[in-house]
């Protein structure tokens, strides 16, 4: 099924990215992927069920959070669906957070959506101590910045 998925690895500044290789459509299949499954959380495992994770090659492993993402998981089927348009080249971006309890590190985030939660945690997990602490001086940042 690899064979006819519609991503390709793409190196960028950042590392290593999955982008389209060709435009998608919403409700399209992106690709499907298999996994050796283990009760190890990594960071490049997928939560299939509570304390069960299936470990990712270089495809989906290397899918990028968005918090406005534009693929979502099927995590039964095991497959990458896309949610909106998507055009050849742009980068595939998915939710940590939907099919992850906790997160292996969580980690702030820029991903420029409007509705960016700023810090990504697990559903399930409350933000972290570097992350409360992140999320406050971002707001006192916000505050100094409105009242000039
Ligand atoms: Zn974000």
């Known amino acids: 099924m690899t064979d006819t998925a519609a991503w390709r690895r793409q190196v960028c500044a950042h590392g290593a990215a999955l982008v389209a290789s060709r435009d998608l459509a919403p409700g399209e299949l992106v690709g499907g992927f298999q996994g050796k499954v283990s009760r190890a959380l990594g960071q490049h495992t997928l939560q299939m069920l509570p304390g069960l994770h299936v470990e990712l090659g270089h ?28 055009r050849s080249g742009e980068r595939l971006t998915i939710d940590y957070a939907q099919t992850e309890d906790r997160l292996f590190r969580q980690f702030p985030c820029d991903c420029g959506a409007r ?34």
């Open 59 to 86: 495809s989906v492993g290397l899918l990028a959070h968005g918090c406005a993402p534009n693929c979502v998981l099927d995590m039964h089927a095991l497959e990458l669906l896309a949610i909106r348009p998507i």
């Open 115 to 148: 509705e960016c939660r700023r810090w990504i945690s697990g559903r399930r997990e409350p933000v972290n101590a570097a992350g409360l602490a992140y999320l406050a001086r971002l707001k006192a940042d916000r505050k100094a910045w409105s009242t000039r």
